[in-house]
């Protein structure tokens, strides 16, 4: 029998991709520990991002860019984002120049503005030091997860399971890991570098498998999924 972490370490989250405020306040409402704004595969735009974190007060707030620039990860944590996800982080490299945008000197390169809403417009210090999630999403981010781990700076190494699938399928040959044996190098290595480790997971799967091979951050579903399954859930009972 598998036995799951204390629940005390398990952070529960879930993905928002409608873009919606009205959304984002229900999730946050709902007893999240965590919730992803999410600008890479989302339908919300940047300007909708603000809105959003404006509604969440229970639920660290975090947004994942699409891609590693400096501007867009700066402007979120301007807003008040308690941290920041980038995909496709494959390298210790990729790493530290994402931990650069998101510090500001001399630790890194992101610019200093008193007046914005992080620093509650002037009238606050800045809360804490923004939490780093960096995306495991390829083999080659398998092979480097220990040293991205050992990234100061990084707090959550975070499997992305769809697009790791696809690159464990779409590279035969490439390596002998298989998806179960990548979850298990991935939290190896966080747990080494003293880190957490996160999934985003479907209901369906084993959470006390996964929180005894050690992941913590477990994001379950995505808006878009859960009120897919729900609607059809009202739906198809009818049509038989």
Excluded at 187 to 198: D, E, I, L, N, S
Excluded at 215 to 239: C, G, K, M, W
Aim: aromatic share 6%.
């Amino acid at each position: 029998m598998v036995t799951p972490l204390p629940k005390s370490n398990l952070q529960l989250g879930t993905w928002l991709q409608t873009g919606s405020s009205v959304i984002a306040e229900l999730a946050d409402l709902s007893g999240f520990d965590w919730l992803l704004i999410d600008l890479e595969h989302g339908c919300g735009t940047e300007a909708a991002v603000l809105p959003q974190i404006q509604v969440i007060r229970h639920a660290a707030a975090i947004v994942r860019v699409g891609a590693p620039h400096p501007e867009q990860i700066a402007r979120a944590l301007d807003w008040g984002a308690a941290g920041i996800m980038v995909p496709m982080v494959s390298t210790a490299e990729k790493a530290e120049a994402c931990v650069r945008a998101m510090r500001y000197p001399p630790l890194g390169d992101r610019g200093l503005a008193g007046m914005v809403r992080a620093f509650d417009f002037g009238l606050h210090a800045e809360k804490r030091p923004p939490v780093f999630h960096a995306q495991i999403e390829t083999i080659e981010a398998v092979e480097n997860a220990r040293a991205i781990a050992a990234v100061d700076g990084v707090d959550v190494l975070f499997i992305g399971p769809m697009d790791l699938k696809l690159n464990l399928q779409s590279r035969p040959g490439r390596t002998s890991l298989d998806f179960g044996a990548c979850l298990r190098e991935v939290a190896a290595a966080a747990k080494a570098a003293g880190k957490a480790c996160g999934l985003l997971c479907r209901q369906t799967d084993d959470f006390a498998e996964l929180q005894a091979l050690g992941f913590t951050h477990l994001a379950i579903e995505t808006d878009i999924t859960l009120l897919r399954e729900s609607y059809r859930n009202v739906v198809q009972p009818l049509r038989v």
